[in-house]
């Protein structure tokens, strides 16, 4: 279809044949819980879809392609693997750096000590992996 995206096969027989897809973020698995149970989840979700005759097509972006349609491998492997934490010195600092770079962060997860953020993610994955910079 696109040389920058992947459909499952289940996907993409379920798009042939005009049955329901529904797509999932993949964001609870990459920095929305932790390991194992994010996976477990994921992959209890995506029964309960198939269970009431849909299909399931999670999105991530994975070796730098978009997918719909994660196999239960690549939903493993975002669960274990799928959250990058950067640790530095000043996270205000490294905010204003990535801000130059056309970066943004979501304040919306941001935390603070001492009246200093010290935690913080940012809005978009890279690769596929959520990043999270924290205060060492």
């Known amino acids: 279809m696109n040389k920058y995206l992947d ?3 289940e996907v993409s027989v379920a798009l042939a044949a005009g049955k329901p897809v ?3 973020e993949s964001t609870i698995i990459s920095h929305g819980m932790p390991y194992p149970q ?3 989840t994921a992959l209890e979700v995506e029964q309960i879809i198939r269970d ?3 299909v399931p097509a999670t999105i991530a972006i994975l070796g730098g392609r978009l997918k719909a349609g ?3 491998e690549e939903i493993e492997y975002l669960g274990k693997q799928g959250h990058i934490a950067v640790r530095t010195n000043r996270v205000d600092i490294a905010i ?3 801000a130059k770079r056309g970066y943004e962060v979501d304040m919306e997860t941001a935390g603070y000590k001492n009246g200093r953020i010290n935690a913080v993610y940012l809005k978009d994955q890279i690769g596929g992996f959520a990043v999270h910079l924290l205060q060492k």
């Open 7 to 9: 459909i499952s096969p």
């Open 22 to 24: 529904v797509a999932l």
């Open 38 to 40: 994010n996976v477990k």
């Open 52 to 54: 009431n005759g849909a």
């Open 70 to 72: 994660l196999s239960p």
């Open 96 to 98: 204003a750096e990535l």
